[in-house]
């Protein structure tokens, strides 16, 4: 049985359960299906209540939006790194809960729109449970060096410790080499892996399970 803090991924027949305050690092490549993994890791938490931070380098609010639709999104707040590039950062539904940052290179403009809805969430919601996804540290890591984004990761994750809540970092499988990754496996309790249609986590837990992609759904195989 798993502590009522504990959160669960969402996806069917795949029951782990991830402890508060542990930051995930999320792999795998382009085909691997992460993105739907994080879909469902954010639909759950929404289904329970719980708040949902969501910072994208790749996918601007109004597309994310629509992935989302049906959704109850009072909890959700989005952070678009990509709308501002486009001049495409129009009005929308949900505007309270979307900040736009200039470029992905701006991690002080990040962290502040972090603060704000984190802040916002624990005191005017009292919301206890808080994920955050951030898709993705490898676009990041385009932008800025290693060692400013270790920096940057460093104080979210560690808020995220303190707070209690769960951080999943994406990266792009074999786009990093050897010492960024070992970098930003120095801020993470844990790493799941999707590979070759097999899910492996390591860290706070150790196993695997067989995976399908569906119709855009991860099926986990008995």
Request: overall charge negative.
């Amino acid at each position: 049985m798993g502590d009522q803090m504990d959160y669960s991924i969402g996806i069917s027949n795949l029951k782990w359960l991830i402890p508060s305050g542990t930051n995930i690092i999320l792999s795998g490549d382009l085909f691997s299906g992460k993105d739907l993994f994080y879909k469902y890791f954010i639909e759950k938490g929404l289904e329970e209540g719980e708040a949902c931070i969501l910072v994208s380098t790749n996918e601007t609010a109004q597309k994310i939006l629509e992935n989302f639709d049906g959704i109850k999104m009072d909890n959700f707040c989005i952070i678009d790194c990509v709308s501002s590039r486009f001049g495409a950062t129009v009005e929308m539904p949900f505007f309270e809960q979307i900040r736009y940052i200039e470029s992905p290179m701006d991690l002080t403009m990040i962290m502040v729109a972090l603060n704000e809805f984190i802040d916002n969430i624990s005191r005017e919601k009292n919301i206890k449970k808080l994920r955050i996804v951030f898709d993705s540290v490898s676009t990041l890591l385009m932008y800025s060096n290693l060692r400013t984004v270790f920096k940057f990761l460093h104080v979210v994750s560690t808020r995220v410790r303190s707070g209690g809540g769960v951080c999943l970092l994406l990266i792009e499988e074999q786009a990093h080499d050897d010492m960024e990754i070992k970098t930003i496996q120095q801020i993470s309790q844990g790493i799941i892996n999707m590979d070759s249609n097999e899910i492996i986590i390591r860290g706070f837990k150790t196993d695997r399970v067989k995976y399908e992609i569906v119709n855009q759904h991860i099926q986990i195989k008995p």
